[in-house]
């Protein structure tokens, strides 16, 4: 397996909380490992957001517009998508961004 090196800035408070919890608890063998763990975990978290899902087609559907894609491959980008989450979640998630965004709209006005 490849490696990219990453380099990420802890305040010193934060790094003081990962370094005690290291050495507390054993669980991880160093800082590295609890990173890519956290980065592994959080990306499976983001991932089933109905809301990053809905936003992942919006962004296809505009890359789209900007960069031709065949019918095909969208519908396969598509429906990679729809096995990925609940369309009825999508659905919902949509609903409430547009009123949140209608309501915003409301107060402003």
């Known amino acids: 397996m490849k490696y990219a090196n990453v380099s990420v800035k802890f305040p010193e408070e934060l790094d003081q909380e990962l370094e005690q919890f290291l050495e ?8 590295s490992e609890f990173i890519k763990e956290s980065v592994r975990r959080h990306l499976i978290e983001l991932n089933n957001e109905p809301a990053i899902a809905a936003l992942r087609v919006e962004q296809l559907f505009a890359r789209a ?31 409430a961004a547009r009123k949140e965004t209608a309501d915003e709209y409301a107060d402003h006005a």
């Open 24 to 31: 507390e608890t054993g669980v991880y063998t160093n800082k």
């Open 65 to 95: 517009e900007q960069e031709p894609v065949n019918d095909d491959e969208l519908h396969a980008r598509l429906d990679d998508l729809r096995e990925r989450v609940d369309e009825e979640d999508v659905a919902s998630a949509v609903e």
